[in-house]
């Protein structure tokens, strides 16, 4: 087994730091939409929270859905 095929075969098991930073952003942005659905005592609210959330971070840039091609 070659050195290159071992370091591809553990990156392709390891989470990216783009892919950590969008589980982050994700993880925050329905926290704060379950104190949202908390406060209004309401599953609705939480679920119009947390699509208005991920949207706004994935029309922000802070979610990037694909990575960059050069």
Do not use: D, E
Request: no cysteine; charged share 10%; glycine share 12%.
């Amino acid at each position: 087994m070659t050195n290159r095929s071992r370091s591809m075969r553990y990156h392709a098991h390891s989470l990216g730091t783009r892919s950590k930073l969008n589980q982050m952003y994700a993880t925050g942005s329905l926290l704060l939409a379950a104190f949202i659905g908390l406060g209004y005592n309401s599953w609705w609210a939480f679920g119009v929270a947390g699509a208005i959330l991920l949207a706004l971070n994935v029309f922000g840039g802070h979610i990037r859905l694909a990575g960059y091609r050069a």
